[in-house]
């Protein structure tokens, strides 16, 4: 049987596989920054851009991924990515544009199996929120009443 297909049949890799020796790992994966990439926005490369692409347009170059995007020089990419989830978003949009936003999602690894594909991976956060920082007063454990402890004993009516 053959094998193959296209670019992204098959599972995805694993970081954490037992089997590390594969020649498909010799590449190694990427960490990214869980704070994001940090600096000012790559200039629009498409014509004017909507309200609606601009906000998506700054949210995007804010996230982990973005960091490969700006190394990767896909700027474009993402544009084209920005201009099509607002095309798809649209009531009237036609399957095939919500089927390229599946397609931008995963080869701009902001999918789950795009990441994997890619092999990015998000590092850990570095701080927590004040409220998470300090450690919890343990709680006592909830007894659950058992099967006996919920009978109830019912009179048999001999009395009544």
Not at 48 to 56: F, G, I, L, M, T
Not at 78 to 97: I, K, N, Q, S
Not at 135 to 147: D, G, L, T, W
Request: glycine share 8%.
């Amino acid at each position: 049987m053959p094998r193959g297909g296209h670019a992204a049949s098959g599972p995805a890799p694993d970081p954490n596989a037992l089997r590390r020796n594969r020649p498909s790992d010799a590449a190694g994966w990427k960490t990214l920054p869980a704070e994001g990439r940090q600096g000012p926005l790559p200039e629009w490369p498409l014509t004017e851009p909507a309200d609606r692409e601009w906000d998506v347009w700054s949210d995007l170059w804010a996230k982990p991924q973005a960091v490969m995007w700006e190394d990767l020089g896909q700027v474009l990419e993402v544009a084209l990515f920005v201009r099509t989830l607002a095309e798809a978003e649209r009531p009237d949009a036609r399957v095939d544009v919500k089927k390229m936003v599946r397609g931008y999602l995963d080869s701009l690894g902001l999918s789950v199996a795009g990441m994997l594909r890619n092999r990015w991976r998000i590092a850990p956060a570095t701080e927590q929120p004040a409220e998470e920082a300090a450690p919890a007063a343990p709680r006592a454990p909830v007894r659950r009443p058992s099967a006996r402890d919920r009978l109830k004993v019912v009179p048999s009516g001999e009395g009544d």
